[in-house]
């Protein structure tokens, strides 16, 4: 079966623009976790969805949004881009929560954004 | 907070040697996973360890889930260039809005042929 797409893989932004990153889960998976990640911080959660709700979120600021749809493809979205948001942004799917612990999650290739 | 701590962060080492890395906590996890995650890639989910004191091999890889379920440690034998990679340990973190999985910063391994 297809894997986890992310669309576009590569961004170049100036400061204070906006930016949207898509990601289309697995056929059948309805959980769908977005990550930044970093060389200075690692890996670090943004926030899950599932059946189009938030049902976590991350230590970031506002500026940071996302949505799924009922076909449960998501999106996120990073308003008024600054310097430190350059970084490789990953989704990852899975059949349930995430956080369960028999849920495997299938991560995307991921979005690398660079922000000039 | 829980935190996830990964030594040694960068290892660079002879095809056929073998390695151990390790994940260490203060606080106890119910689970821990291992991910693999090579360049322009994500993470691959290798295997999951749930019970204390727990030890999986996946070829010549084992994963070992401390008997108080606060570290893990993952060794290779033999060492191949295919075992390139960032490897990654994980949690799952229930409590406030620290979100569903935490990630250790990863241990970098090259292995050079």
């Known amino acids: 079966k297809a894997g986890v797409t992310q669309t576009p893989r590569y961004l170049i932004k100036t400061r204070g623009q906006q930016v949207t990153l898509s990601c289309s889960p697995i056929?059948?998976?309805?959980?769908v976790s977005w990550y930044q990640q970093t060389p200075g911080q690692g890996l670090q959660f943004l926030f899950e969805?599932?059946?189009?709700?938030?049902?976590n979120k991350g230590n970031f600021p506002g500026r940071f949004s996302g949505r799924q749809f009922s076909n449960s493809r998501s999106e996120m979205n990073v308003s008024t881009l600054e310097l430190g948001d350059s970084a490789l942004y990953l989704c990852a799917s899975s059949l349930g929560l995430a956080f369960s612990t028999y849920n495997e999650q299938f991560f995307g290739p991921g979005t690398r954004l660079t922000v000039l | 907070t829980q935190l996830l701590e990964q030594s040694p962060q960068f290892l660079s080492i002879q095809e056929g040697e073998n390695l151990t890395v390790y994940c260490n906590s203060s606080s106890v996890f119910s689970s821990l996973q291992w991910y693999r995650q090579e360049p322009g890639e994500g993470p691959v989910l290798l295997v999951t360890?749930?019970?204390?004191?727990e030890v999986k091999k996946l070829k010549r890889l084992t994963f070992q889930f401390g008997d108080a379920r606060k570290d893990s440690s993952l060794h290779i034998t033999a060492a191949q260039p295919g075992d390139t990679g960032l490897y990654l340990c994980?949690?799952?973190?229930?409590?406030?809005?620290?979100?569903?999985?935490?990630f250790g910063k990863g241990t970098k391994l090259s292995v050079k042929p």
């Open positions: 056929s059948g998976h309805r959980s």
């Open positions: 994980a949690g799952p973190n229930y409590g406030g809005s620290q979100g569903n999985l935490i």
């Open positions: 969805y599932f059946s189009e709700t938030q049902r």
């Open positions: 360890v749930v019970t204390g004191g």
